[in-house]
C-alpha cells in the first residue's frame, strides 16, 4: 500500500482520471492533495452550469468516500503563493509529493522544472478513433449518447452505417477525445489547427477531427474525415479543351460543389498539376487537408487572419494559390485583391448548383471586375467534374429588352464545353439581375451560316445600321471578323442607332471599312 503525497493538477479531476487504472492503484493508502487554486476554479465553473464544473465537484465527493472508507489516508486542501504550474511545483516542494497529471505537456514542463511528475493520462501507443476506421471509411461520427456511425463508400456514393447499436457513454466518448488532444500536442504529425473555446480542430496526418464539448455542443462530439484517394487530373477524364484552358488560360478558377462532393479532392489535383508543370504553389487553408507533396506549402491563417497570410504570399512570388474554403466576404476580397495583383488563384466555395459559385462574388467585387478575376467555375458533384462555365463582359441589351438606349455591359456565363449562354448578369437600377438564358432549339450564342446583309448610314452624330424590315425588333450580334463587338436588339424597323463617338460605333465603322462586320441573328 502506496503511503505517498500526491499533489492533483486540475485537469485530472475534470477528466475524472482517479476512476481508472493507472490512477486507482497508485492512490491507495495516499495522501491527495487539492491546490485550492484549482477548488475555486472548479467552483466557480461549477456554479456558472458547467457540467465539468459539477462533474469535478463530483469526483472530489467520491474522493471523500473513499477518505471515510480508508482507500485514501487523507485529502487536503492546499493554499499557495503561486498559480498554474508554478503552484503545482511550489506544493510539491514544500510536502515533498509527487504531481499526477493527465496532461503530456504539464508534465514535461514540471520534469524540466525538476518536480517528480507522473503522467496517468492516455497511453501513447492507444489510438482507439484509428481503430473505428477502415480501408473504405471517409468519416467517423461519434456523439454522446448516440450509437458510432460512419460513412463507408466515396464521394457521390456512400452509405451511413452504425458501428455499434450501443449508444456511446460520457466517459468513453471523453477518453477518445482527450486521446486525440494529448495526441496533437506531442505528435510531430499532428497539431491543434483551431481551437475556440469548446470547439477544437486537430489535423492527424491525414485525418481532420473536430472535438465539440458542451455547452458549445449539447454533448461531447467527434468528427473525423479522411480523404480515401488522392486522384490526378487524368483520372477524371476531363475534355480536352478544358485541359487545354487550365494549361494555358485559366487564372482565376472556381472549385465549387456541395459538401462532400470532392471539392477538396480536385484542387489537390490541380495543385499537383501546376506544380508538375513547374509552377511555384502555394495553399491558403485552415484547417490544412489538402493533399499534396511536400513541394507545395500549405498556408495558414497568420496571426489569426488570411489577410496577413495574403500579404507574406505576395513578398514569395507564387504562380497559383489554392483557397480552400472560402465562405466570409474577407476570403472573397482576399481573392480579388491576389488575383488582380498577377497570381493565378483557384478558390474553393461550397454551393448547391453551378450559378451560385459567381452569385457569391456579386455585391462583394464590382461587376465589370468579375469576369477578370473569375475566368473558370468547375462544378463537381459525387466526385466528377459535372459542369463548366466560363465568363465574358460585352456591351449589349440584356436579353428580352428591345430599347436600344438599355444597351449596358453584361457579363456572359457560358458553358465551357459548347459555348452557349446559360446567364446574363448586369446591373439594373440599384440591384444586379442575374437572369437564366433559355435554349429555343439551339444552343445560345450560336452563330447562322450565313450573315445577314446591312446598310451603314453615317449622320453627324450618330449612326445607323439598317438590316431592313425583316430584321424588324431581332436580337442580332455584330462581329469584327470572328471577335464579338456587342449584341443589340434592332428596332420596330429593322435599324440600330448609335452613337458616332462612342466605343461601339468607332468599331462598327472600322469593322465596315476594312470590310470585317458581320451581323448574326440569335434565336
Partial sequence: MSEETLIISKDVILRALLRYEPALSLMKGSTLVVPAEVMSQIEEMASSGDRFGIGALTEIVWLRDLEREGYLKG????????????????????????????????????????????????????????????????????????????KKGKPGEFRLVKLSEKPMEEYEIRTIAYEVLERAKTDPNAFIEVRYGDAYVIQLEDIRILIAFPPFSDGIEITAVRPLVKLTLEDYELSDRLKSRLKERAEGILIAGPPGAGKTTFASALAEFYRERGRIVKTLESPRDLQVGPEVTQYGRLAGSFENTADLLLLVRPDYVIFDEMRKTQDFKIFVDMRLAGIGMVGVVHCGFPIEAIQRFIGRVDLGVLPHVVDTVIFIKDGRVEKVYSLKITIKMPAGMKDV????????????????????????????????????GRAQGATEEAPIRYRLRKRKHTIILDLGPNMAETEVTLYSGEREIATFMTDSKGKITLARSSPVGRRIIDAVKSDNLRVVARE
Fill in 75 to 150: 485529502i487536503l486542501l492546499e493554499e499557495h503563493k503561486n498559480k498554474g504550474l508554478d503552484a503545482l511545483a511550489e506544493l510539491s516542494e514544500r510536502l515533498g509529493g509527487k504531481v499526477v497529471t493527465g496532461d503530456r505537456v504539464v508534465t514535461l514542463s514540471l520534469r524540466a522544472r525538476g518536480v517528480d511528475a507522473i503522467y496517468i493520462g492516455p497511453e501513447y501507443g492507444k489510438f482507439r478513433l484509428l481503430d473505428l476506421f477502415e480501408e473504405n471509411t471517409m468519416s467517423v461520427h461519434l456523439k454522446e449518447g448516440a450509437p458510432p456511425m460512419a
Fill in 405 to 440: 438606349t438599355l444597351a449596358r455591359p453584361v457579363v456572359l456565363v457560358k458553358d465551357f464545353e459548347t459555348d452557349s449562354v446559360e446567364y446574363e448578369i448586369y446591373t439594373f437600377g440599384e440591384e444586379v439581375v442575374v437572369m437564366p438564358i433559355k435554349s429555343k
